[in-house]
């Protein structure tokens, strides 16, 4: 039995790496591609240094949080990683809809008591 060696298609591998080179330039002129080059590559809160294997979990934050204001001098963002990122939007909800931290509840609050009676449940038995 003769085993058939495949060869590769030229054009399709000139394709597959003429899209990747303009996928990393697509990236690279995004906002987040702009904030990898104009900051350092480490957490703006904890200070976890970031390097090539690990920088998909450094994120760009946007201060004010409007992902549609993205200055080319960067002064919205900071750079985060994913766990002070998270807690940053988590605190930012909690203020923004009346949270813990606000001080503000809309909720009502709780008047029933299930151990109310229990004493009297206890001395019946």
């Given amino acids: ?10 054009a399709k ?3 597959i790496v003429t899209d990747a080179r303009r996928n990393q ?20 809160r904890c200070a976890r ?4 294997k690990n920088l998909t979990e450094l994120t760009v934050h946007h201060k004010n ?6 200055p080319g001098d960067g002064s919205n963002w ?4 994913l766990y002070c990122h998270d807690n940053e939007h988590a605190r930012y909800e909690e203020t923004r ?3 813990k931290s606000s001080g503000k509840s809309s909720s009502p609050v709780a008047t029933h008591n299930p151990f109310a009676d229990l004493k009297a449940l206890m001395d019946k038995k």
């Fill in 1 to 10: 039995m003769t085993i058939k060696k495949i060869q590769p298609d030229k």
């Fill in 13 to 15: 591998l000139n394709q």
């Fill in 25 to 44: 330039e697509l990236r690279e002129q995004s906002y987040r591609g702009q904030a990898l080059k104009l900051y350092p590559w480490v957490c703006g």
């Fill in 49 to 52: 240094e970031f390097d090539h």
């Fill in 65 to 70: 949080h409007n992902h549609d204001d993205n």
């Fill in 78 to 81: 900071e750079l985060l990683c």
């Fill in 97 to 99: 809809f009346g949270g």
